[in-house]
């Protein structure tokens, strides 16, 4: 289901593309709305990514054989983030929850509630739960650290250190934007996230990714809880300590007119292009104060002071560590 945000409506709007369309990339000057955001001023219109709840008596209980995290006892109120591996502990859904006291509210990845939903049916069973699709009625709007906006009285509030998401009710999006100005768009929310080394399912990962690369270990997954699918890889890449691969933040050369893209591979500059490919290029940005930067997910064994290049223009990219090798 893909749903147009009405702010796309807002003066100087540009809709977004790929896996963010439906909201706006930016509205007109991508550094002074990073600028904003880092001073805690503005929200981001995420109303495109999916909503999902689950109510019930067992909620947290049964979410807790399911997630890589420890919910089973979550309070009401406290944000907390949770994985969904395969069995051989390849990441298929990342969570970004809360529980209210009477509902476990849920955004994921834009598009990927249906299979979201479709697998928790399926793992349903006995269990006094009710799993319910709320992307229609439901946009997620991010508020920085530091914003003095109030909550509204209607929404469901997931509270983090970076700042708050909200979950509001459609119809009071345009009201919240009016009350609530500058809407600040996905490119600069974009840009302090791969400037914070934050990984993202779908631009960090792909169908091998394991959380030991991205550094999830530390924020989605509790070593010492009970047992859940891919339980047995996470136990055993963390017991021996070696992922195959490695989340990196790359400084790019910020003289060249193109920045590398999602996918675009990353090399040994000694090598060049010609060379043994080391990884992929997982996100990159326009940083307001950094310069052009990506985060790349390469193979382990890389020296962590190796010079890289990256895309099909050869970008100088120094690298600095995010997951040690």
Same mark, same amino acid.
């Given at each position: 289901?893909?749903?147009?945000?009405?702010?796309?409506?807002?003066?100087?709007?540009?809709?977004?593309?790929?896996?963010?369309?439906?909201?706006?990339?930016?509205?007109?000057?991508?550094?002074?709305?990073?600028?904003?955001?880092?001073?805690?001023?503005?929200?981001?219109?995420?109303?495109?990514?999916?909503?999902?709840?689950?109510?019930?008596?067992?909620?947290?209980?049964?979410?807790?054989?399911?997630?890589?995290?420890?919910?089973?006892?979550?309070?009401?109120?406290?944000?907390?983030?949770?994985?969904?591996?395969?069995?051989?502990?390849?990441?298929?859904?990342?969570?970004?929850?809360?529980?209210?006291?009477?509902?476990?509210?849920?955004?994921?990845?834009?598009?990927?509630?249906?299979?979201?939903?479709?697998?928790?049916?399926?793992?349903?069973?006995?269990?006094?739960?009710?799993?319910?699709?709320?992307?229609?009625?439901?946009?997620?709007?991010?508020?920085?650290?530091?914003?003095?906006?109030?909550?509204?009285?209607?929404?469901?509030?997931?509270?983090?250190?970076?700042?708050?998401?909200?979950?509001?009710?459609?119809?009071?999006?345009?009201?919240?934007?009016?009350?609530?100005?500058?809407?600040?768009?996905?490119?600069?929310?974009?840009?302090?996230?791969?400037?914070?080394?934050?990984?993202?399912?779908?631009?960090?990962?792909?169908?091998?990714?394991?959380?030991?690369?991205?550094?999830?270990?530390?924020?989605?997954?509790?070593?010492?809880?009970?047992?859940?699918?891919?339980?047995? $890889?996470? /136990? &055993?890449? *963390?017991? %021996? !300590?070696?992922?195959?691969?490695? @989340?990196?933040?790359?400084?790019?050369?910020?003289?060249?007119?193109?920045?590398?893209?999602?996918?675009?591979?990353?090399?040994?500059?000694?090598?060049?292009?010609?060379?043994?490919?080391?990884?992929?290029?997982? $996100?990159? /940005? &326009?940083? *307001?104060? %950094? !310069?052009?930067?990506?985060?790349? @997910?390469?193979?382990?064994?890389?020296?962590?002071?190796?010079?890289?290049?990256?895309?099909?223009?050869?970008?100088?990219?120094?690298?600095?560590?995010?997951?040690?090798?």
């Amino acid at each position: 289901m893909s749903l147009n945000s009405p702010l796309l409506s807002l003066p100087g709007a540009v809709p977004a593309e790929g896996p963010d369309e439906g909201v706006a990339a930016h509205y007109g000057d991508l550094f002074r709305e990073q600028r904003a955001l880092a001073d805690g001023s503005g929200f981001v219109d995420l109303s495109h990514r999916g909503v999902v709840t689950v109510s019930g008596d067992d909620r947290l209980s049964w979410l807790h054989l399911l997630l890589t995290q420890h919910v089973s006892e979550l309070p009401a109120g406290r944000a907390t983030e949770a994985l969904i591996l395969s069995a051989n502990g390849h990441i298929e859904h990342a969570l970004y929850l809360v529980d209210d006291g009477d509902t476990v509210w849920i955004h994921t990845e834009p598009g990927g509630q249906s299979a979201l939903i479709a697998y928790l049916e399926s793992m349903r069973f006995f269990y006094r739960v009710e799993i319910a699709d709320r992307t229609a009625e439901y946009a997620v709007v991010y508020l920085p650290a530091g914003s003095i906006a109030e909550n509204p009285p209607e929404a469901v509030v997931r509270e983090t250190p970076e700042g708050r998401e909200l979950f509001l009710p459609r119809a009071a999006l345009p009201g919240f934007a009016e009350a609530n100005g500058p809407a600040i768009g996905v490119l600069a929310h974009e840009a302090l996230r791969v400037a914070a080394h934050r990984p993202r399912h779908g631009r960090e990962t792909d169908h091998r990714t394991i959380p030991h690369e991205l550094g999830w270990l530390e924020t989605a997954v509790h070593l010492n809880k009970g047992c859940y699918r891919g339980q047995e $890889t996470v /136990a &055993r890449v *963390h017991n %021996l !300590g070696k992922p195959p691969r490695r @989340l990196v933040f790359l400084h790019l050369d910020g003289s060249e007119v193109h920045i590398p893209a999602h996918g675009d591979g990353v090399w040994l500059a000694e090598d060049g292009p010609e060379g043994r490919k080391l990884g992929f290029v997982t $996100t990159s /940005a &326009r940083h *307001h104060e %950094l !310069g052009p930067i990506a985060l790349a @997910l390469i193979k382990r064994n890389v020296p962590v002071d190796a010079h890289l290049i990256a895309g099909p223009d050869a970008t100088a990219a120094a690298q600095e560590t995010v997951v040690q090798p």
